[in-house]
């Protein structure tokens, strides 16, 4: 469970957050959708705690994002916007590393490990350095490397980007495993469709401000549109740049 | 702790996969210096034994006013060739660097000698080529030799005893030893221990910091619950480790090639055997943190890979620069130079390969002040490791 509650965060002129709050509860997916420049990055990495929020808290499972960081961390699994491998190691050990520094021990790693590339289908390229890996092959150990602790809070940044048909496809499926699963799911994306396709409630960001926080139903009710574009242009519309 | 270590076995495995954290630690560092020292010696040695034993050819214009001298000057293994037609095209000619030195004999030469009269020779030659100096120093010496020798006839003919001419007998005493000799020279072998260490980490340092944030792998890393602290003194560590990989191979390399130079015909026997060798490790390894720290403090400052490469290349030249200070002004080793990194040990280390008795005070401040140095820089990484704008 996420709760965001009022986050505002600046740099130096630009504001690129002005009072964000949201909840992302357990066992459902959260949508956080916005045009580029909204503040749905920045609004995610508080939550991952790479940033600071200048006001306002965020805690995950109850974990202050501020305060107590490290605790925060431990709760989630997070894949940043564009998340880069080590080359030189195979993606298997790409996982491994990161399992590591999570604290498993050694045969939970391996069991860990295995578990992980079955799910995400990666087997077949799991022993090959990540050199020259194609961008959904780069995405799913990203991915896999973020899931591999088994967290349950997981932040995904624009995890479709640059994948294809596919690709996407098995992320979708992905995602929906682990909401039955009871996770919390948070995600963002600049593409309405997917958002609607996917989530149980979507938050709409514009100018680093909420437009509107509700259900895809929700939504269509409260902007009087019943196309999902329509009803996302008019959301935006509604916020004042600042 | 295991953070640490984690991230320390990390980055070694993935740099000992990456050939250019290589090729620089372990190639390039240790074997360009003994290379280049190779180099440097035996083209010093070729042209000290060249220079005594060859004929000199001296181009002389008035050859024929000066029969005597010429034989003279041939007895001094110097042969007197045709010169330029006059002193004016002489000094054109070595200007030019068609001749390194002529002797001009006027007309006058043989008359003036007869009258007692200091008889005009004029040698030519360029100051600034050092190469044409040494012959011109050869010239003049056999000068000096010849007036040495005619006076002594002169005052013998008066019935004087010459040694009245030589009022002072002049020992030179040299206490310099074959090891001392060698310090000056071997004092280069400091600037290569400095740069093969700095070498050995420098690409493991941009790797870390600028290389990790450009290939996008900093942010998950930075989002798992491990503390800021445990990432980037593990990478300190993977830093150093290679560092002092690349400064033992240099050290080695060096130990071996040094028993292939003739150091013996330039009078030198260098005291650098196993256990100043290892001496030497124990010496510089306080260095590698200091080295490794402030490579990995300059690299986290950068944007880019590229551009970490290019301040890089500036600290690598900084702890040599008190070192070259030092040797060209020639100072002895004081207590307070045993502050200065990268000073402290090229003296030490000078010190050792003297053969010189080494001081414990000094070694016990160049140890302590290096570290703390080191250990302060590493602080300052970390501290600077926990700020947002490390993201870039």
């Known amino acids: ?242 | 702790m295991g953070t640490l270590f984690t991230v320390f076995l990390k980055e070694v495995l993935d740099n000992f996969r990456d050939r250019r954290t290589l090729g620089s630690a372990l190639l390039m560092g240790p074997i360009f210096g003994p290379m280049l020292f190779a180099f440097v010696i035996n083209l010093s040695i070729e042209r000290s034994l060249e220079s005594a034993e060859t004929t000199l050819e001296l181009p002389v214009i008035g050859e024929q006013h000066a029969p005597n001298l010429v034989s003279f000057l041939r007895s001094r293994n110097i042969e007197a060739v045709a010169g330029p037609a006059d002193a004016a095209a002489a000094m054109a000619a070595v200007k030019l660097g068609t001749h390194d030195v002529v002797l001009v004999i006027p007309e006058e030469f043989g008359e003036q000698l007869g009258d007692m009269i200091p008889a005009r020779v004029a040698l030519i030659s360029d100051q600034a080529n050092s190469d044409a100096d040494r012959d011109a120093r050869r010239a003049s010496n056999a000068l000096l030799a010849y007036q040495q020798l005619l006076a002594g006839t002169r005052v013998i003919a008066r019935g004087i005893n010459p040694r009245a001419l030589q009022p002072l007998n002049i020992d030179e005493v040299d206490v310099s030893t074959p090891s001392g000799r060698s310090a000056m020279l071997l004092g280069m072998m400091s600037y290569f221990f400095v740069f093969a260490a700095l070498m050995g980490g420098m690409y493991l340092a941009i790797d870390t910091t600028a290389g990790e944030r450009e290939r996008g792998s900093l942010e998950p890393l930075l989002s798992l619950p491990v503390t800021r602290d445990q990432l980037i003194y593990g990478k300190i560590a993977a830093t150093c480790l290679f560092m002092t990989l690349s400064l033992m191979l240099s050290l080695t390399a060096f130990y071996v090639s040094l028993k292939f130079m003739p150091l013996e015909q330039l009078g030198m026997t260098p005291n650098f055997g196993p256990a100043v060798v290892l001496a030497a490790l124990a010496i510089f390894l306080p260095f590698i943190l200091v080295g490794a720290a402030l490579m990995t403090l300059v690299a986290s400052f950068t944007k880019s890979y590229r551009e970490a490469q290019t301040w890089l290349s500036v600290v690598l030249i900084a702890p040599t620069m008190p070192i070259l200070i030092v040797s060209i002004l020639t100072l002895r080793p004081r207590t307070e130079f045993m502050l200065i990194p990268s000073l402290s040990q090229h003296l030490l280390l000078v010190d050792m390969v003297k053969n010189e008795p080494i001081n414990g005070l000094h070694v016990a401040i160049s140890v302590t002040s290096t570290l703390v140095i080191g250990i302060i820089l590493a602080w300052v990484c970390a501290r600077l490791y926990r700020r947002e704008g490390l993201l870039g």
């Not at chain 1, 940043?80 to 996982?95: K, Q, S, V």
């Not at chain 1, 401000?209 to 139903?217: L, Q």
């Open chain 1, 1 to 242: 469970m996420i709760t965001v509650k009022d986050i505002y965060k600046s740099f130096g002129k630009v504001k690129a957050v002005r009072g964000v709050s949201f909840d992302a509860p357990d066992g459902k997916i959260t949508g956080l959708l916005g045009p580029n420049g909204a503040g749905k990055s920045t609004t995610l990495r508080v939550l991952y705690t790479v940033l600071k929020p200048d006001r306002g808290s965020a805690n995950i499972d109850g974990a202050d994002v501020a305060t107590n960081s490290l605790s925060a961390r431990e709760k989630i699994g997070a894949l940043p916007h564009g998340a880069g491998l080590y080359p030189h190691l195979t993606a298997r050990e790409n996982i491994a590393y990161f399992a590591r520094l999570c604290g498993l021990d050694k045969a939970e790693i391996d069991d860990r490990v295995d578990k992980i590339v079955k799910l995400l289908d990666i087997a077949e390229f799991a022993e090959r350095r990540t050199k020259g890996f194609s961008q959904g092959q780069r995405t799913k150990v990203a991915l896999a490397r973020a899931l591999v602790h088994d967290p349950q809070n997981i932040i995904l940044d624009e995890p479709t980007n640059g994948l294809d048909v596919m690709a996407t496809r098995s992320l979708r499926e992905l995602i929906l495993k682990l909401k039955d699963d009871g996770r919390c799911v948070l995600f963002s994306s600049h593409v309405m469709q997917e958002v609607a396709a996917l989530c149980d409630d979507i938050c709409i960001i514009a100018h680093g401000r909420v437009a509107i926080d509700d259900s895809i139903d929700g939504i269509r009710q409260r902007t009087g549109c019943d196309d999902i574009e329509d009803a996302f242009v008019e959301a935006i519309h509604r916020v004042e740049p600042e």
